[in-house]
């Protein structure tokens, strides 16, 4: 790759903002869900936060998870195709843990499919360790005290 194409290439995908969703963008996150998982049950319950990824004000990612008690669930963490593997997922990740951990949730749980080694990488590196393997691999998180 010449070097302008590189640069052309980096500027492309390192402009993104990550923010709490708002209740106008709710279309958009049902839209990324329904794009990134189409086979997936949409199950959003009142209390639920979500993050959305934004590149040039249109939706790239998201991150949905629910706190119950001192216990939170990642219910759902996805990016559109075109960005994956540039920082996007692990961006909602860190904003996501760090409101989860700012509330003092002390375990956090998520699933993600064994075959998609990609995203269990991705968790492993944020402190995830597995708890159960089969089809679905339970991932749990303990923050320290």
Same mark, same amino acid.
Request: charge should be positive.
């Given at each position: 790759?010449?070097?302008?194409?590189?640069?052309?290439?980096?500027?492309?995908?390192?402009?993104?903002?990550?923010?709490?969703?708002?209740?106008?963008?709710?279309?958009? *996150?049902?839209?990324?869900?329904?794009?990134?998982?189409?086979?997936?049950?949409?199950?959003?319950?009142?209390?639920?936060?979500?993050?959305?990824?934004?590149?040039?004000?249109?939706?790239?990612?998201?991150?949905?998870?629910?706190?119950?008690?001192?216990?939170?669930?990642?219910?759902?963490?996805? *990016?559109?195709?075109?960005?994956?593997?540039?920082? *996007?997922?692990?961006? =909602?990740?860190?904003?996501?843990?760090?409101?989860?951990?700012?509330?003092?949730?002390?375990?956090?749980? =998520?699933?993600?499919?064994?075959?998609?080694?990609?995203?269990?990488?991705?968790?492993?590196?944020?402190?995830?360790?597995?708890?159960?393997?089969?089809?679905?691999?339970?991932?749990?998180?303990?923050?320290?005290?």
């Amino acid at each position: 790759m010449l070097q302008e194409d590189q640069e052309i290439y980096e500027d492309f995908f390192s402009a993104f903002v990550v923010r709490r969703a708002r209740k106008k963008d709710m279309e958009n *996150v049902r839209s990324l869900i329904a794009t990134i998982f189409p086979k997936a049950r949409n199950r959003i319950m009142p209390g639920d936060y979500f993050l959305i990824a934004e590149k040039n004000q249109i939706p790239i990612g998201f991150c949905h998870y629910r706190i119950r008690k001192k216990t939170c669930y990642i219910a759902g963490l996805g *990016v559109l195709a075109h960005y994956r593997e540039h920082g *996007v997922g692990s961006k =909602l990740l860190a904003e996501a843990l760090y409101h989860i951990d700012k509330k003092g949730i002390q375990t956090t749980y =998520l699933k993600v499919r064994a075959t998609n080694y990609t995203a269990a990488k991705l968790y492993l590196h944020f402190g995830f360790f597995e708890k159960r393997a089969g089809d679905v691999i339970l991932l749990v998180r303990k923050r320290a005290n």
